[in-house]
């Protein structure tokens, strides 16, 4: 049976919660900082993405407990006849929770929230070191029509 | 030799060139509506990204004429310690200067432009129907470690 979720746009107190579950993470644990106290940059971002209308960190509960999180950036572009578009980017759920559901039902929360916004497309990209969330999204009815390709600087 | 080219934000008086761009495409020419008058659509889009400073539409030109185009979006994210992120889209130069190096020129302005804003990544995606496309990108320092996954609302 799925888990019984409620979703909400996260606010500053959830902040550690969500560090903690990007940070246990096999890729998430190299690159984040869940430390108490928690580290000014992660509280930095929340904000930038708080003040703006076109990013949305959305929380996934189970009760008052936070179990998933996600972040959905809506964005006009002229191409496809000025098209808007939604981007999910940094669905985790809880290791306690995964294998329950949790994740789909991020994943059509967010495909629902593209619709409302009028959105003509929803994107993502998805490492290739992780084949079992490639086969998770091709599942949702995403298609792998291209490269995701990235730059650090 | 590189054509000799500058880069400024678009404005509206673009928006018919532009257009007339991304239908010169074998992707572009069955999505977009470059007629006169121009649809209205793209004017729309056009408001939306001019009044979001985080997405920037930016032309290359040579002397008085648009010869390519390219969006950017800065997007703040809670991942990567709060790490903002540019996401290069709808890249294209004139059919009458490829080959030239203006889409080499485009991409490392876009990068320039990441680094002035303090991003720590650099991405797009690109169909896997344009294989130079992946070329040319590969060859300009991205790596292809991410599916690019779309689904059409």
Redesign the interface.
């Known amino acids: 049976m799925e888990t019984k979720i409620t979703f909400r746009l996260a606010n500053e107190h959830d ?1 550690g919660r ?2 903690e579950m ?1 940070a246990d993470d096999k890729l ?1 644990n190299k ?3 869940y430390e108490q106290p928690l ?1 000014e ?6 904000q ?2 708080a003040s ?1 209308p ?2 949305e ?1 959305v929380v996934a509960c189970h009760g008052n407990e936070v179990i998933g ?1 996600q ?1 959905i ?1 809506f ?10 578009r939604a ?1 999910i ?2 669905v985790r759920t809880s290791s306690s929770e995964r294998g329950k559901g949790v994740g789909t039902q991020l994943i059509r929360w967010a ?1 629902q929230r ?2 409302v916004r009028g ?11 992780r084949e079992e969330a ?1 086969h998770f ?2 599942h ?14």
Request: net charge positive; proline share 3%; charged share 20%.
């Open positions: 902040l969500i560090v990007l998430g690159r984040e900082r580290p940059c992660y509280l930095k971002a929340y930038a993405i703006d076109n990013n960190l999180v972040q950036t964005t006009p572009y002229i191409t496809h006849q000025g098209g808007w981007t980017e940094g495909i593209a619709r959105c003509h497309l929803v994107q993502l990209t998805t490492d290739k070191k490639l999204y091709e949702l009815g995403f298609n792998a029509t291209h490269e995701g390709l990235k730059m650090k600087l």
